[in-house]
């Protein structure tokens, strides 16, 4: 079955900068993949998807990117700010799944003041 | 847009105990419905998925049941608790491959 990898589990940056967060994907089926925002305490919220059959996608300062090849897909946040502080979540959707998410393990934003 | 009620938002039992927690959704049809559970810290597990009435799949052996007696209710139950079973727990639902979350429900079993 499908199993996706998330990079880092912990990223620090400075306020201002860019943040990347990494995906891989182990079935080459899958066709969709969000990421969600989860703040302290709260429910997840989808920020952003890409379904497979379009190579990058924006809204305003984040953007996705995906590799269909390589099987990885990426979450770019540009001028960060201290509310992009969260936990970050990918996820792929198997074809023929029932459109369930598979689920990576998180990533910890920390923004620097 | 959909609309995801979860209650209660935190809930302390003894180990031991019962366990309900509810989820009913707003705003559209025949939606597919989600148990997830997170421990402190860490990742959203999947406990239970329906595509509909009556039709339930369970992802992890588990002391914990779901139910799904409606269309748009869906429910969570344990007969008795384990401290294992602390965490928050997500009702989310889907009418296509978009999750919505519900609030949650943050249990302390003592």
């Known amino acids: 079955g499908e199993n996706v990898e998330q990079h880092p589990s912990t990223l620090s940056v400075q306020e201002g900068d860019s943040a990347v967060i990494k995906c891989t994907y182990s079935?080459?089926?899958?066709?969709?993949f969000p990421w969600y925002k989860q703040e302290l305490g709260k429910r997840p919220q989808l920020i952003i998807d890409i379904r497979s059959n379009v190579g990058e996608k924006k809204d305003q300062r984040i953007a996705v990117t995906l590799n269909k090849t390589a099987k990885h897909f990426s979450l770019h946040i540009t001028e960060t700010q201290p509310e992009d502080s969260a936990v970050y979540f990918c996820a792929a959707s198997p074809m023929d799944s029932n459109y369930q998410l598979i689920w990576g393990a998180g990533t910890k934003l920390i923004i620097k003041p | 847009s959909q609309t995801i009620h979860q209650w209660p938002a935190t809930l302390v039992q003894p180990v031991g105990s019962p366990l309900s927690l509810e989820c009913t959704v707003e705003g559209t049809s025949n939606p597919n419905l989600y148990w997830y559970r997170q421990a402190a810290g860490r990742g959203l597990q999947l406990l239970f998925y329906s595509v509909g009435i009556g039709q339930i799949s369970s992802e992890v052996p588990q002391n914990l049941s779901a139910s799904r007696p409606q269309d748009r209710q869906f429910i969570l139950s344990s007969k008795k608790l384990l401290l294992s079973d602390s965490g928050f727990y997500l009702c989310?639902?889907?009418?296509?491959?978009?999750?919505?979350f519900g609030p949650g429900t943050r249990l302390t079993v003592t």
């Open positions: 079935d080459s089926a899958s066709n969709y």
């Open positions: 989310a639902s889907s009418a296509g491959y978009e999750q919505y």
